[in-house]
T-cell receptor, first 113, second 111 residues
Framework: KAGVTQTPRYLIKTRGQQVTLSCSPI?????VSWYQQTPGQGLQFLFE???????NKGNFPGRFSGRQFSNSRSEMNVSTLELGDSALYLC????????????FGPGTRLTVL | DAKTTQPPSMDCAEGRAANLPCNHS???????VYWYRQIHSQGPQYIIH???NNETNEMASLIITEDRKSSTLILPHATLRDTAVYYC????????????FGAGTTVTVRA
């Protein structure tokens, strides 16, 4: 079974631009969560989508948004990029039950110049 | 507020068992113990989780003390590919879905 895939793997943007990251979950998984990982802040939860609805949300500004499609694929968008948005963005998928383990993708490394 | 305490680093010889300790003295009755690891430049990988009984899967064993205040992750035969940062977390999945990693333990397996 194929794992979680994320595209692109690497991205370089400049301040003020916007970016869209994509995540394809494991087949059959209905929940997709997004995380931001930085050396200073560690792993921080952005939001979770289940059956095209946002089910949980972390403490990030409104510049960070996401959506999920009917095939469970998910995208996250960051508008008006700031230098501090440079990070590894991770997507994790699960079946959707609260006890299910989350399987992570390889991440998208975003660099904001 | 850190819920778990792990040693910052440890070395292990290839082929030997690696025993990774984790203290979680304030764990609540509905909180599970989860272990993940992250190999450099890759996404985190789920290893195992448990509530109070010892658990074993194809990757590792999880030993939880009777009072649930600490646990040990055992990698039975460490290989060089097990070199990674290992994260122990406690959470109540029905109350707090998100994962939050601390500093973890950097495990280096040496030939």
């Amino acid at each position: 079974k194929a794992g979680v895939t994320q595209t692109p793997r690497y991205l370089i943007k400049t301040r003020g631009q916007q970016v869209t990251l994509s995540c394809s979950p494991i087949s059959g998984h209905r929940s997709v969560s997004w995380y931001q990982q930085t050396p200073g802040q560690g792993l921080q939860f952005l939001f979770e989508y289940f059956s095209e609805t946002q089910r949980n949300k972390g403490n990030f500004p409104g510049r960070f948004s996401g959506r999920q499609f009917s095939n469970s694929r998910s995208e996250m968008n960051v508008s008006t990029l700031e230098l501090g948005d440079s990070a590894l963005y991770l997507c994790a998928s699960s079946l959707g039950d609260r006890l299910d383990e989350q399987f992570f993708g390889p991440g998208t490394r975003l660099t904001v110049l | 507020d850190a819920k778990t305490t792990q040693p910052p680093s440890m070395d292990c010889a290839e082929g030997r068992a690696a025993n990774l300790p984790c203290n979680h003295s304030t764990i609540s009755g509905n909180e599970y113990v989860y272990w993940y690891r992250q190999i450099h430049s890759q996404g985190p990988q789920y290893i195992i989780h448990g509530l109070k009984n010892n658990e074993t899967n194809e990757m590792a064993s999880l030993i939880i003390t009777e009072d649930r205040k600490s646990s040990t992750l055992i990698l039975p035969h460490a290989t060089l590919r097990d070199t990674a940062v290992y994260y122990c977390i406690v959470r109540a999945p029905f109350n707090d879905y998100k994962l939050s990693f601390g500093a973890g333990t950097t495990v280096t397996v040496r030939a």
